[in-house]
């Protein structure tokens, strides 16, 4: 946080909000690529991989210490949450959570660092642009929420397909409907399957949509409360730093808190969404 | 602010890690956890066994300290009987000696009771004899000497 005063106001915040990307195809937007979040990434991910064979080398099955009892606490958290959840037992599940919390909780830790300090380190690169939180780039959030969607539709399909397609197209209006002996209701309840389809589609695409948005946007909105103190405090003299230093590690702590409960949160719905699709149909 | 490839490669990215951390962290350490949980549950029910055990052990020692309490009570009253038996036996045999002894002495007074009634009737009758060799020699007078004789028999007797 600890950064020269930006004079510039809004504008300059929306200069820091670039990311450094190669575009392919100029005229297609969807064609570019966000190579600060994918550098990122790339390394958290490695370093995760090489965390985890180094600490697969070093395993005891006596009283663990050090790195092991903490990775060992956080695995029986992740195990609880899922027993907690789950009615039954799936051995993709657990480390999916643990995943999904290890991974975005330290991706989320990146904000700790000063707020241009990637910025300026990419400019001794000659990068323009540099965003050092991923889980500010809307790329990912929806990435990880829609492959958590895949897995859930693919549970739903595959332990209950009968099941779950009745609900797609009869729920809620119709089922009650076409139960019933009357001709001219039961052609109500056809005439209302693709109103309940919609709505139906809607329901579960809103899983995917609010998992992801929400982790994007508290960690969009942190990085843009940062940006804000810097560019309101720290060019203010000497009390403005004063005060800009201290408000920016009070809003740090915060963050990092933040950064925690999203991970948490976007585990737990992750488990929740994925037991909705285990639990046997009722009849 | 938008969705571009970086989507497609933050899929790859996500899964890869997903695959790469379910094989070299959450794999080992939840086996290990489990091996343990198994170690720990398997500690505490050979220790749940011992004490059963010990207590089992504990039941018998005490069935068999009471068993051996009894025994040796049983030996102690038999021990006490007998012994109030003997004294018994041994009581009534020397009241037998006693009896017998005395009965023997008597037997023995009498016999010498006898005996010395016996010496003085023999005594007497010499006594008389001599008396009356006395008489004899004096003046045999039947009617006096009669008297004298009996009076010398009864003083004989009367001494004896």
């Known amino acids: ?283 | 602010m938008s969705i571009d490839l970086t989507f497609i490669g933050q899929i790859v990215v996500f899964l890869a890690l997903l695959a790469l951390l379910k094989k070299l962290l959450y794999g080992p350490l939840n086996e290990l956890m489990e091996k343990r949980s198994a170690k720990i549950a398997e500690g505490l029910a050979a220790a749940d066994a011992g004490k059963e055990a010990k207590a089992k052990a504990d039941a018998e020692i005490a069935e068999q300290l009471k068993q051996a309490r009894s025994s040796a009570q049983d030996i102690l009253n038999a021990a006490e009987k007998r012994a109030a038996e003997i004294q018994e036996e041994i009581t009534n045999k020397a009241r037998n000696e006693a009896r017998q002894l005395l009965e023997a002495a008597h037997e023995e007074m009498e016999a010498e009771v006898n005996r010395a009634r016996q010496a003085l009737r023999q005594e007497v009758a010499s006594l008389a004899i001599a008396a009356a060799e006395r008489v004899i020699d004096a003046e045999l007078d039947g009617k006096r000497h009669t008297k004298l004789i009996n009076d010398v028999v009864a003083q004989g007797f009367g001494n004896a």
């Open chain 1, 1 to 283: 946080m600890a950064e020269e005063g930006h004079s510039s106001g809004a504008g300059g915040i929306a200069d820091h909000l670039h990311y450094w990307s190669y575009k392919f195809d100029d005229s297609n937007p969807f064609m570019q690529i966000h190579l600060d979040t994918m550098l990122t990434t790339i390394l958290v991910a490695t370093g995760l991989v090489i965390f985890a064979k180094w600490l697969g080398g070093r395993l005891t099955d006596g009283a663990p210490t050090g790195a092991q009892n903490f990775m060992e606490s956080v695995v029986g958290f992740v195990d609880d949450t899922v027993k907690d959840n789950f009615p039954v037992h799936n051995p993709i599940i657990a480390p999916l959570a643990l995943t999904v919390f290890i991974f975005i909780f330290l991706l989320n830790c990146l904000d700790i660092l000063p707020a241009f300090l990637s910025g300026h380190i990419a400019g001794l690169f000659g990068l323009e642009h540099y965003r050092q939180v991923p889980t500010n780039d809307l790329n990912l959030p929806v990435a990880m929420a829609v492959s958590v969607f895949a897995m859930v539709l693919y549970y739903e399909f595959k332990l209950k397909p009968v099941h779950f397609c009745k609900e797609l197209l009869l729920q809620p209006f119709a089922s009650l409907l076409l139960e019933a002996k009357n001709p001219v209701v039961k052609l109500l309840g056809i005439l209302l399957i693709p109103l309940n389809l919609t709505l139906k589609i809607v329901e579960e695409l809103a899983k995917p949509l609010s998992l992801s948005f929400r982790l994007f946007g508290n960690m969009f909105a942190g990085e843009v409360i940062f940006l804000l103190i810097a560019f309101l405090l720290l060019g203010g003299g000497v009390v403005g730093m004063t005060a800009g230093f201290f408000v920016g590690i009070g809003w740090s702590i915060f963050h990092m808190f933040i950064g925690l409960l999203q991970a948490f949160i976007f585990m737990i719905l992750t488990v929740v969404y994925l037991s909705i699709a285990h639990q046997p149909p009722e009849h």
